[in-house]
């Protein structure tokens, strides 16, 4: 470098003075002078060159197999989570709709009983009525006798409330004699246990119906419990890295939580 700069200086000082024309020459080494150093260089690199190629094909190959594992093992546990926070759901829908089930039918079951109960207690103190009026001396009601169908209405209710008509050819069940006539043992039998046990039967099915609902009641919140840890188990997955990034890409989204409506959230004493 020190050596071009002086030949620099003399060419200069030479060419004015004696006005000489020579051609400019480049200080700059010519190309051919750089490839031929750098050819046995590339020549000695040659093999290590295409080894290389061999190994960056090799990572990728891999690193491509790898994000392939990966995407299947997020993809497949977003699934499994979402299918099991739907499941808990569908368990709450089912449960709902037994308890709305059980609510029509059980409770149209038990009004039946205790329209069926009412008419045999009316029928029973119609009965006792009559009599007692006979037995106080009071003229008979012409309606006694011919209240045949309603005393066989009467029969027919006993039936179905658990009392059996006597066998044919049977001898009749003793009864009392009364002014008005004789009252079947059945049928005192019944008023009797009608007077003194008036909500028996009613009050046992109304037990059972307040008994299955309270059942189904905590069914359905321990299933929503369990639907609430699906849900937190499957929006964790969504939200935390690196799965946030498998959802996003797959379109998987964040699921809210079970909230009570404002309404059952509010307590609302019984008012008597």
Known sequence: ????????????????????????????????????????????????????????????????????????????????????????????????????????????????????????????????????????????????KSNAKNVEQLHGLINKAGSKPPAPGSAPAAGVQTPGGVLPAGLLNLAALAEQYPDLKLSANFQTLMIVLDQIEKDLAAERIKQDEAVNIYTTNVQMFPSNIFASIFGFREHPYFKATEEAKAFKPINY
Not at 25 to 54: G, H
Not at 84 to 93: Q, Y
């Open 1 to 144: 470098m020190k050596r071009d700069r002086i030949n620099q200086i003399i060419e200069k000082v030479y060419v004015s003075r004696y006005d000489l024309d020579v051609p400019a020459i480049s200080s700059r080494p010519r190309s051919q002078f750089y490839l031929s150093r750098i050819q046995p260089i590339l020549t000695r690199l040659e093999p290590l060159t295409v080894l290389s190629k061999r190994k960056i094909i090799i990572a990728w190959l891999v690193l491509a197999l790898l994000l392939i594992v990966v995407t299947i093992h997020y993809y497949n546990l977003l699934v499994r989570t979402e299918q099991n926070m739907l499941t808990s759901m569908g368990h709450v829908e089912a449960l709902l709709q037994r308890r709305n089930d059980t609510a029509v039918n059980l409770s149209k079951a038990v009004l039946d009983y205790s329209e069926h109960e009412k008419a045999v207690l009316s029928a029973v103190v119609t009965l006792r009525g009559q009599s007692n009026d006979k037995q106080a001396g009071e003229e008979a009601p012409p309606d006694l």
